[in-house]
């Protein structure tokens, strides 16, 4: 994909960001589509693989994230996350390429001032409350509310 000039000025004003709050992540490329990989753990010490996918429109679209390990990604009761495939109370979109998607914004609640380590935030956040459920099988909507 060719990236206009003012997508390739974002994209490095996103890497600058990036790599100074999550220094474990970096651009790879899988054929022609742009993604942002890294690591994250939790605060008890859970260790998962992330792939936020670049947006061909970037910034205007809401950037797509998986979590790509552990794999496959359990809930409390064992069931896969990728099996859900929607779910508003474990804030799930749709699996891409077979893994679970997060949802971190809803497309009405984007705009092109929000950047990659807002939703790397909100993704982080996500990580807490699935170590929470893991623990007491409470849904993730029960630690964390629908917000924009």
């Known amino acids: 994909m060719a990236w206009s ?32 990989e890294g690591w994250m753990y939790t605060n008890q010490k859970n260790a998962y693989h992330l792939r936020l996918y670049v947006p061909q429109d ?20 064992g069931k896969a996350l990728h099996d859900y495939t929607y779910s508003a109370t474990m804030h799930l979109l749709s699996p891409r390429d077979g893994y679970p998607k997060i949802c971190t914004y809803k497309s009405t609640h984007w705009n092109p001032n929000r950047t990659f380590y807002n939703v790397l935030i909100k993704t982080r956040i996500w990580l807490e409350a699935l170590d929470g459920h893991k623990s007491t ?9 629908h917000q924009a």
Request: glycine share 4%; net charge negative; hydrophobic share 30%.
């Open 5 to 36: 000039i003012e997508q390739q000025n974002r994209l490095n004003k996103e890497w600058d960001i990036v790599k100074q709050y999550f220094p474990n992540f970096e651009f790879k490329y899988y054929g022609s589509q742009l993604c942002l």
């Open 58 to 77: 970037m910034p205007n679209s809401v950037p797509e994230v998986v979590v790509t390990y552990p794999y496959p990604v359990k809930d409390y009761s």
């Open 137 to 145: 099988g409470q849904p993730l909507d029960y630690y964390l509310k």
